[in-house]
Nanobody, 115 residues
């Protein structure tokens, strides 16, 4: 059974940093492609960043160079380094992994940016 577990969220002041992790288990091969999404209260879930199996990355416009997505395929773990956080970054952050025709989601980790 494939499971994704996010961690690393929390409360941080504006301008601060957090590093989110997404550990993938229950697969018999390396996970190379991964996406990070977020959902703020009353809003739709939106893409934050994604990395392809070839290592190409894409970021939402609102990231503005503040975040970096990476992965450790050997350990089936993905990361989202978030710097210069703003109050509008407050949301539940989810990782997503496409495996064949299926797409798997974690349970989410809360990020709150407030002074």
């Amino acid at each position: 059974q494939v499971q994704l577990v996010e961690s690393g969220g929390g409360l941080v002041q504006p301008g601060g940093s957090l590093r989110l992790s997404c550990a993938v288990s229950g697969v018999m091969f390396s996970v190379d492609a991964m996406g990070w999404y977020r959902q703020a209260p009353g809003k739709q879930r939106e893409l934050v960043a994604a990395i392809s199996s070839g290592g190409s990355t894409v970021y939402a416009d609102f990231v503005e160079g503040r975040f970096a997505i990476s992965r450790d395929s050997a350990n089936n773990t993905g990361y989202l380094q978030m710097n210069s956080l703003k109050p509008e970054d407050t949301a539940v952050y989810y990782c997503n992994v496409p495996l064949g025709v299926k797409s798997y989601w974690g349970q989410g980790t809360q990020v709150a940016v407030s002074s």
